[in-house]
């Protein structure tokens, strides 16, 4: 257990509905981090925040998705109108500091059906 | 961030040391080397980083080559719990992502 926790930890979703996910860091953390994860690839960069804004964002991060950490502290991603190709493992991870490692929590498994 | 090369898979007996290969040839100087590794269904999970020098935790040794084209990450005494996918990634100091590749699947053998 790093710290790091997610919620839920699976999700299976119909093709077109919405679905959020949260996360909460290490509580000293100030860098927040998402990533995807598909099957038998490395995770990949989503987006980061430092505190409560959001500072790079991946092409990956289509228009559908929207995440937020309102007062700097846990953070959600939402993705609106999923499709089959969102299924994947969603990772949130968090550091402190400039070059701290990142401490990732156990992922969210979402299906869309 | 400079592209990094590691073989697919590696096997390893129990009781044994296990030394994962990186080739990092396009590397800048102002990039470390990050080693994380992922356990199956588990997020990843930090090993080690280093700079110029060769680098030793609880976990592991971390051993960059002179030109910093390339590096060994070393567990000492290999445990089926490190049965996992180990990555080596080059990060760009102050850079916030991480960038996974494929990484290297080992696997320890009883």
Redesign the interface.
């Known amino acids: 257990d790093t710290g790091v926790s997610q919620d839920p930890r699976h999700k299976i979703t119909k093709r077109g509905q919405n679905v959020t996910f949260r996360c909460d860091p290490i509580s000293e953390h100030n860098r927040l981090y998402w990533y995807r994860q598909t099957l038998g690839q490395g995770p990949e960069f989503l987006t980061y925040f430092q505190n409560e804004a959001q500072l790079e964002k991946s092409r990956l991060l289509s228009d559908r998705f929207s995440a937020e950490r309102p007062k700097g502290s846990f953070s959600t991603l939402e993705i609106q109108r999923t499709e089959q190709g969102d299924s994947a493992m969603y990772l949130c991870a968090s550091s402190l500091g400039l070059v701290g490692e990142q401490y990732f929590g156990p992922g969210t498994r979402l299906t869309v059906t | 961030d400079a592209k990094t090369t590691q073989p697919p898979s590696m096997d390893c007996a129990e009781g044994r040391a296990a030394n994962l290969p990186c080739n990092h040839s396009t590397i800048s100087g102002n990039e470390?080397v990050?080693w994380y590794r992922q356990i199956h269904?588990?997020?990843?999970?930090?090993i080690i980083?280093g700079l110029k020098n060769n680098e030793t935790n609880e976990m592991a040794s971390l051993i960059i080559t002179e030109d910093r084209k390339s590096s060994t990450l070393i567990l000492p005494h290999a445990t089926l719990r490190d049965t996992a996918?180990y990555?080596c990634i080059v990060r760009l100091?102050?850079a916030?992502?991480?960038?996974?590749?494929?990484?290297t699947r080992l696997t320890i053998n009883p």
Do not use: A, D, N, R
Request: proline share 5%; glycine share 20%.
């Open positions: 470390y990050y269904s588990q997020g990843p999970q930090y980083h996918v990555y100091q102050g916030q992502k991480l960038v996974f590749g494929q990484g």
